[in-house]
């Protein structure tokens, strides 16, 4: 038995966002372990799945350790099981890892399906560095702390040429770009990419310096930020 790991659309259909084959796969699948067990219920029927025909358990923030394996027993009964995140891949700055990594400690198989990845996507876009990058998460949300992890990281793609990658709850993004913009130095380059695979997308590249003489304001939208630091 599989443990399918299955990416959801960040924007759009799934039919739009995912090849078919992985649209077949998860419509052969009657378990599924979600993040949110609302918002899966519309994309398992968007995908052609019918809602009442599947059984759906929720892991998110809230789930204990404990009750991680648990959600595993489909796989237990002998039936494949879907892992379905919110957006993006799963597993990926998503409580999904921890059923990902249960699976493995019993032994199961784990098959990643092919979808979209906004920190790929916001990569590929960026004009950065991609052959050296590091995905960092959140950065912490008290000013002074977030001054010297922004810091921090400019630091280490100066010295290792690397791409710096993080993302931050929509409606503090604006409060990071005013920070990235007051602590980082003026020719580092900053890549904000916004509303991926939306009609409303938006994917900017400029130097802090740049980005001065340009106010922007990002919104409370869906966003990476990429950073990469110019040498010395």
């Not at 990926?92 to 996507?121: F, N, R």
């Amino acid at each position: 038995m599989i443990l399918y790991a299955i990416p959801a659309p960040l924007g759009g259909t799934a039919e739009a966002s995912l090849p078919a084959p992985a649209l077949e796969q998860i419509r052969q699948l009657k378990d599924f372990v979600v993040e949110n067990a609302k918002s899966a219920r519309a994309f398992l029927s968007a995908a052609g799945c019918s809602p009442r025909e599947v059984q759906i358990s929720e892991l998110n923030e809230h789930t204990r350790p404990a009750e991680v394996t648990h959600l595993l027993q489909p796989l237990r009964e002998g039936r494949s099981l879907g892992l379905l995140s919110e957006a993006g891949c799963p597993a990926i700055a998503d409580p999904g890892a921890k059923l990902i990594e249960a699976a493995h400690a019993a032994g199961y198989k784990v098959v990643p399906l092919v979808g979209p990845s906004s920190i790929v996507l916001a990569l590929m876009a960026s004009g950065l560095e991609g052959q050296r990058f590091a995905f960092c998460g959140y950065l912490p949300r008290d000013a002074s702390e977030r001054k010297i992890a922004l810091q921090r990281l400019e630091r280490r793609s100066r010295s290792d040429k690397e791409t710096e990658i993080f993302i931050e709850t929509p409606y503090r993004n604006d409060a990071m770009l005013a920070a990235l913009l007051e602590n980082c130095a003026p020719g580092t380059r900053l890549c904000v990419a916004a509303d991926l695979t939306l009609p409303s997308e938006s994917i900017r590249t400029r130097t802090v310096g740049e980005w001065k003489k340009a106010p922007f304001q990002i919104g409370k939208r869906p966003a990476v930020f990429l950073l990469l630091a110019q040498g010395r």
